[in-house]
DNA sequence: TCTTACATGTAAAAGGTTACATGATTAT
DNA sequence: ATAATCATGTAACCTTTTACATGTAAGA
């Protein structure tokens, strides 16, 4: 077996090839490098291997270009099987166990969203995190009280800064909401 | 040479471990299955070879307890050794590459900052966090305002989440802040 | 009795990190 | 001329993941 599921920097290989068709490992690299963008490894080390794996996989073509000017490079494409593997993880079910591990790889998700399922998914995917998070952060609070009555001042901040964090990511949650809701009224 | 630096999830084991002298490496299991700890993960794979290569390198000392009453089981201390490497990592001065990386590294940083430095360490921290926060979110802004034009209105919107994060980061500093400096005064 | 919690480990496979290696092109 | 940027890769080393392996004690 070739594995079951992809990891996350895989994905947004994936997702950044998608939107960049037709890139080269090296463009891939320059992502990484200069956007605030998931902050992934920029190493050839970790970029090419991977782009290789995926190749092997078949998720993406890639393809040695032909011209004189510019030195040669492998430019890749995202095949139809990556395609159908973009959304599935796209597609997949918001659950308590994102909200444990934290917001990256749902904000990884979101930030492909539209352009690989289009502007129609991003309402229904925030309302499921909304219900997610409003369910999650109560059970972050009671934690926060049994547990900080030992613990030390700083500890208890910190605590309270990762509820803070998660709070936040709700408020974001509903302005994303409200934009969304007031184009489509705009345009319908 | 025992390789230069540890990394996050071995500083998360050593400032644990001093919290809860002594402990076993299942109390640490429990703590990153139960608590919303930094998520690392809880595998038995990570944790017991992470705790021999900590105990090779003399940063924690376990010795097998003998008792009839419990089941067998391997307590360790933080050695001096161990306190200083701790010290040395809390001592770090807070730069813009941290903010780059993202705050799970500082939280943790700030989690263990008073139980280890002790409670006059947390407001230097905070005011250097605060320092960079505030340069870097501005230098965020632009980087959106640059990219936003060619992108979707979803990635768009993920970008003004990432920045929202760091503001939010940036209100936590200055709310705790806050609380420590009354704190202070109330004191004296 | 059966399951859950306690408790510690190892082995194989996969992946990431760091450093090395190479070489063309473009700007200073 | 020299440095920086473009461009792709490999090799050694280390860590993590996943799964296996073992066995006790307590509670339902």
Chains 1, 2 share one sequence.
């Not at 352009?115 to 129609?120: A, E, P, T």
């Not at 952060?137 to 009280?145: F, S």
């Not at 547990?147 to 901040?157: C, I, R, V």
Request: charged fraction near 25%; proline fraction near 5%; include cysteine.
């Amino acid at each position: 077996m070739p594995r079951t599921s992809l990891s996350l920097f895989e994905f947004s290989l994936l997702g950044l090839v998608r939107d960049r068709e037709p890139c080269c490992g090296y463009d891939l690299r320059k992502v990484f490098a200069d956007t605030p963008m998931g902050s992934f490894s920029d190493s050839p080390g970790s970029i090419y291997p991977a782009l290789a794996r995926l190749e092997r996989a078949k998720l993406i073509r890639g393809r040695v270009e032909e011209t004189s000017s510019v030195r040669r490079r492998k430019l890749f494409r995202l095949s139809a099987g990556g395609l159908s593997a973009l959304k599935r993880w796209l597609h997949l079910p918001i659950t308590q166990a994102d909200m444990v591990r934290g917001m990256p790889e749902l904000a990884l998700r979101f930030a492909f969203l539209e352009s690989v399922l289009g502007r129609g998914a991003c309402v229904p995917f925030l309302e499921a995190l909304e219900k997610e998070l409003a369910l999650y952060i109560p059970t972050l609070r009671r934690h926060l009280q049994s547990a900080q009555a030992a613990n030390s001042l700083s500890a208890g901040l910190a605590m309270e800064g990762g509820i803070m964090a998660y709070e936040n990511r709700l408020a974001w949650v509903r302005l994303a909401l409200d934009r969304l809701r007031r184009m489509r009224t705009r345009i319908s």
